[in-house]
């Protein structure tokens, strides 16, 4: 590998780091994070709502869309009965089909944050909204601050 293509990868790797999910369910959010996050509050929400112990995924961003679909491991550690409760909701390997039917199975929706997120003043984490009454609210640790307080604690750091 050349050093051009090393570089191209590091773009490639920080502008991943960089997106952020938000995950809502009739128009409210249940999270927001990396990819990566987002995709493990879906594996809990969907092992619970199937009744499975345990489901593992993939996510993948592509073209501006958020994908998830079932890592080859969830087959190897379900038995058949359970692998069988997510086939016939058509969670499978496939990414558009099973992205799609995660959304319909769970009511969710994904959207793409572009906006600055100011990360939780208790938690640290970057599961918070101006909840348009002053307030950053976070979705993690249920902790309050006033967007004034919060901007200035996070604009002065920078
Ligand atoms: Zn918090």
Redesign the pocket.
């Known amino acids: 590998m050349t050093i051009a293509n090393n570089q191209q990868l590091l773009d490639e790797i920080n502008s991943y780091n960089q997106i952020r999910i938000e995950m809502t369910q009739n128009g409210e959010r249940v999270t927001l994070g990396h990819p990566a996050d987002v995709r493990e509050k879906i594996e809990e929400m969907v092992a619970e709502k199937v009744g499975v112990g345990f489901v593992s995924l993939q996510e993948d961003v592509e073209d501006g869309e958020y994908f998830v679909y079932v890592h080859t491991d969830t087959y190897d550690e379900l038995d058949q009965e359970d692998v069988d409760k997510l086939e016939a909701l058509d969670i499978d390997e496939s990414e558009e089909g099973c992205t799609e039917a995660i959304k319909k199975f769970l009511e969710v929706e994904f959207r793409f944050v572009t906006e600055t997120i100011i990360?939780?003043?208790?938690?640290?984490?970057e599961?918070?909204k101006d909840m348009g009454n002053g307030m950053l609210f976070?979705?993690?640790?249920?902790?309050e601050e006033t967007v004034e307080e919060a901007k200035k604690r996070f604009f002065e750091k920078q």
């Open positions: 990360p939780c003043r208790k938690c640290n984490k599961n918070t976070c979705y993690d640790c249920k902790s």
